[in-house]
């Protein structure tokens, strides 16, 4: 699960990098944006899966081969928005010339997992049409928080703290009716005290790994600032 | 393996991600249960007194001079003792910075809440002179709050009214940064918007403001909006001095009496004053007419 090493935003990455590094700065971007872009034509566009599929493939090829997302102007709008609103006239685009998408180039930055997408799709079911702003800034948090809490469990594992990882699962992840500090302390033969240092640690690294994604898919410092603040109500820096 | 994460999830890890972690091992946060503009209130375990509290952290993180400032601040609201008033136990700074405020956990509803519920105007007005009392007793003593609104007053379970944050927005508003608003629109003073020095007088405006908020699906008398204009007077000086004086006209006009506020017409005065003494009055009439019918009989 590859986090971004950088503090730099996706904008400064992918104009400053040429060749391989633009590769892997892209390959970032895609891997924050492409499930969002994905759930996004197939809730709000209403494309059948194949369709979106094609159309998420071959919008991430076009953009990389086009340098589409390197117009981006801060001071206009999020990122995160312009991503959107260039998938809109992508996909307005393609209906008009074809009716169907087909894929673009054979660029392949990372592996996309449409299955578990669709999977993921059918879980949440929107009977109708979601307001699309809103609906792509909850799915750019669930796959950054997804990424996120995937890297802290592989973290976690590496440093032997398997228990660590199973508390925070318990109290944070999916937490049962009446979980309680005492009761999970009474359970995994630890104090409170332990309990609460342990969930600290973890949330700490949750946090870390969720601000360290952000950051690199964020199309300026001025607007992770913002993002961090309304995704966790604290200032950085 | 990737899982997918429902809403509720998600709301919880912006949650806990930020909660504040203590030095030590005498506070365990346990749940969040408020966030504002200005900080995001916890719920947490006092390990050493053994007993529930809740911990107002800073969003933000300030200066050395700001954090003197909020130690002096502390001392004067530790000794803020009044039944109207959420003391503050502990103040102090986490590691990362922000400030954090321990106070006295409240079981009830916030004001906002309460007033979902029916009342009547004499019942919210009741409120509002407890709060006004609990205003006046800090102000006596040096203490402006800053961000008087529905939400920083608690109903507590046997109804009890207290005003919660006495000197938390000062602090608060020093760490935020410029992009922040502080306070509260809509409760918050002119002057204190325009970000010039406030004192006790911008309080009276919030008041006077939370007064027309409480009032407001009552049609109020002219009486009564008018004490709530002159709270909320755009010059200071043109306000209730005190928030004694404020409390002391809602006291008038719940008496039946006039108020200060205002000066009335003589069709009001005479409303009024049939209001206020319509028992007497009907008595008096009944018996006028009593007599006269007797005296009719008679003749």
Redesign the interface.
């Known amino acids: 699960m590859a986090f971004p090493p950088t503090r730099h935003s996706v904008i400064e990455r992918l104009r400053a990098a040429a060749g391989g590094q633009r590769s892997a700065a892209f390959g970032d971007l895609v891997e924050g944006y492409w499930k969002p872009v994905y759930k996004h034509l197939r809730a709000t566009c209403r494309l059948g899966p194949e369709d979106a599929q094609d159309l998420t493939q071959a919008f991430f090829s076009n953009a990389f081969e086009k340098g589409w997302l390197e117009k981006f102007e801060p001071g206009k709008a999020r990122f995160r928005t312009f991503v959107r609103v260039c998938v809109d006239r992508f996909a307005m685009n393609a209906r008009q010339a074809s009716g169907r998408v087909k894929r673009g180039g054979d660029v392949r930055l990372v592996p996309l997992?449409f299955d578990?997408a669709e999977?993921?799709v059918h879980?949440q079911a929107p009977s109708t049409p979601p307001d699309a702003e809103e609906f792509f800034r909850?799915e750019f948090?669930?796959a950054l928080?997804?990424?996120a809490?995937?890297a802290v469990r592989q973290e976690m594992a590496q440093s032997g703290r398997h228990v660590h990882f199973t508390l925070f699962e318990r109290y944070?992840?999916?937490?049962a009716e009446g979980v309680s500090?005492a009761g999970l302390a009474a359970e995994f033969g630890l104090t409170?005290?332990q309990v609460?240092n342990y969930?600290?640690l973890v949330?700490?690294t949750?946090?870390t790994r969720?601000l360290g994604a952000l950051r690199g898919l964020c199309g300026s410092d001025s607007e992770f600032r913002r993002e961090a603040?309304d995704?966790?109500?604290?200032?950085v820096e | 393996?990737?899982?997918?994460?429902p809403?509720a999830?998600?709301a919880?890890?912006?949650s806990?991600?930020?909660?504040p972690?203590f030095e030590g091992?005498r506070y365990?946060?346990?749940d969040q249960i408020g966030?504002g503009g200005m900080g995001?209130v916890y719920l947490a375990f006092d390990?050493r007194l053994q007993r529930e509290v809740a911990i107002k952290v800073s969003?933000?993180?300030p200066g050395a001079d700001v954090e003197r400032r909020l130690n002096e601040e502390a001392r004067i609201l530790a000794a803020l003792e009044h039944p109207g008033i959420v003391p503050i136990h502990d103040a102090g700074r986490l590691a990362d910075g922000r400030l954090f405020f321990v106070m006295k956990r409240i079981r009830g509803a916030t004001l906002t809440d309460h007033v979902q519920h029916p009342s009547t105007l004499s019942e919210r007005l009741g409120i509002f002179e407890r709060v006004c009392d609990a205003v006046n007793f800090a102000h006596a003593r040096g203490v402006v709050h800053r961000d008087l609104k529905p939400d920083n007053v608690m109903i507590g379970e046997f109804g009890e009214v207290l005003v919660m944050d006495f000197g938390v927005a000062q602090a608060a508003s020093a760490s935020a940064?410029l992009d922040t608003v502080l306070g509260t629109r809509g409760f918050m003073a002119p002057e204190q918007e325009r970000g010039l020095e406030v004192d006790a007088r911008a309080d009276v405006y919030s008041l006077g403001a939370m007064l027309a908020w409480l009032i407001g699906s009552h049609r109020p008398p002219r009486a009564l909006h008018a004490i709530a204009a002159r709270a909320m007077a755009e010059d200071p000086h043109e306000r209730y001095p005190t928030a004694d004086a404020l409390a002391a006209d809602i006291a008038r006009f719940r008496a039946g009496h006039a108020v200060d506020a205002h000066r009335e017409s003589v069709i009001e005065r005479v409303g009024r004053f049939a209001r206020t003494y319509r028992v007497a009055i009907l008595l008096v009439a009944a018996y006028v007419v009593m007599r006269a019918i007797v005296a009719y009989l008679r003749s």
């Open positions: 997992d578990r999977a993921e879980v909850q948090v669930r928080f997804q990424r809490v995937g944070d992840l999916d937490p500090y409170e005290s609460t969930l600290s949330r700490r949750f946090r969720a603040r995704l966790f109500g604290m200032d | 393996m990737m899982v997918f994460l809403d999830t998600i919880r890890l912006q806990v991600a930020n909660w972690e091992e365990a946060i346990l966030r995001s390990a969003h933000g993180v940064d």
